[in-house]
């Protein structure tokens, strides 16, 4: 009898914590914002939602060595085109994002070459 007690006491512990996630349930993603994102942050362009849902990716990070110490800033991309640095996010309207990803140093030069090294935030319209 104990034993069924107990059985159902960890159980019913284990299924409160399961479900104590909070919000809406889903936890959003590192590396990626999503339309629904930027439409529950009513945000109206891309630097806000990445400045209000993902701050982090707006951190400069020190260079890489003493003899190159330039800050690794990210730069931007709409789709998969150079836009410029991270000011230009400040053009992209919110209603015309599908997402936001965000590529660290070795995404970025894997699929855009070295001149990337510094990371990218890529805006991908609708």
Do not use: H
């Amino acid at each position: 009898m104990r034993y069924v007690a107990l059985v159902l006491a960890v159980t019913a512990f284990l299924c409160a914590c399961a479900s104590g996630t909070g919000g809406s349930g889903a936890r959003p993603q590192e590396n990626l914002i999503t339309a629904e994102e930027i439409a529950e942050s009513q945000v109206n362009y891309a630097y806000e939602a990445v400045e209000r849902l993902r701050p982090n990716w707006l951190v400069w990070r020190p260079g890489r060595s003493s003899t190159d110490p330039k800050p690794l800033v990210p730069v931007a991309f709409l789709d998969n085109t150079y836009l410029g640095d991270l000011d230009q996010l400040w053009t992209i309207v919110a209603s015309e994002i599908l997402e936001i990803r965000y590529l660290n140093d070795r995404e970025a030069v894997y699929r855009y070459g070295t001149t990337y090294n510094s990371g990218i935030i890529q805006v991908i319209r609708r």
